[in-house]
């Protein structure tokens, strides 16, 4: 859409890049560190759209290429009149066994966290094996229960509308 890209690596303990060099998949940009605040070594990763600021930030899940086999899952929890659900838990499930909880995550809190352009999500599963699986999804207090088919090298967007 024309503006700018920014990624934010954080906590690295040592970068191998200048500030406005252009990179290519593939280039080491830096070493995994515990820099900052961090209680151990990892990677604190942002991708930005439009400018380089903490309000212009989208989950770096949708920016990354999933590993050989799995896929994305980009999902929106709305209410009636299409409104995000904020701070409402996720689970996934294998369809072959919908007792068995696989993964969890938490819809983003309201105004904290900013949905993709091109997905308006407020929850994201990324390195999901492809495959079927049922999501189970608990607004006040009435369940949700829609599957869901994963293909590998893709994201599926999937909508929850409650009420």
Same mark, same amino acid.
């Given at each position: 859409e024309g503006r700018p890209i920014y990624c934010l690596y954080g906590h690295l303990s040592e970068t191998r890049v200048a500030l406005g060099q252009w990179v290519s998949r593939g280039? &080491? @940009? *830096? &070493? @995994?560190g515990m820099s900052g605040i961090a209680l151990g070594p990892h990677l604190h990763l942002e991708v930005r759209v439009g400018e380089?600021? =903490?309000w212009a930030t989208r989950n770096p899940e949708l920016w990354l290429q999933p590993f050989a086999g799995q896929g994305a899952l980009a999902g929106r929890v709305v209410d009636a009149a299409g409104q995000p659900i904020p701070e409402t838990l996720v689970t @996934?499930? !294998?369809a072959s066994d919908p007792d068995k909880r696989w993964r969890e995550?938490?819809? =983003? !809190?309201?105004d904290k966290v900013n *949905?993709?352009?091109a997905w308006p999500e407020n929850f994201v599963f990324g390195d999901v094996p492809a495959g079927d699986y049922v999501v189970k999804v608990r607004v006040q207090g009435e369940w949700f229960f829609p599957q869901v088919q994963v293909e590998a090298g893709k994201t599926t967007r999937l909508e929850i509308k409650v009420g």
């Amino acid at each position: 859409e024309g503006r700018p890209i920014y990624c934010l690596y954080g906590h690295l303990s040592e970068t191998r890049v200048a500030l406005g060099q252009w990179v290519s998949r593939g280039d &080491l @940009v *830096g &070493l @995994v560190g515990m820099s900052g605040i961090a209680l151990g070594p990892h990677l604190h990763l942002e991708v930005r759209v439009g400018e380089n600021s =903490y309000w212009a930030t989208r989950n770096p899940e949708l920016w990354l290429q999933p590993f050989a086999g799995q896929g994305a899952l980009a999902g929106r929890v709305v209410d009636a009149a299409g409104q995000p659900i904020p701070e409402t838990l996720v689970t @996934v499930h !294998p369809a072959s066994d919908p007792d068995k909880r696989w993964r969890e995550t938490w819809t =983003y !809190p309201m105004d904290k966290v900013n *949905g993709d352009d091109a997905w308006p999500e407020n929850f994201v599963f990324g390195d999901v094996p492809a495959g079927d699986y049922v999501v189970k999804v608990r607004v006040q207090g009435e369940w949700f229960f829609p599957q869901v088919q994963v293909e590998a090298g893709k994201t599926t967007r999937l909508e929850i509308k409650v009420g």
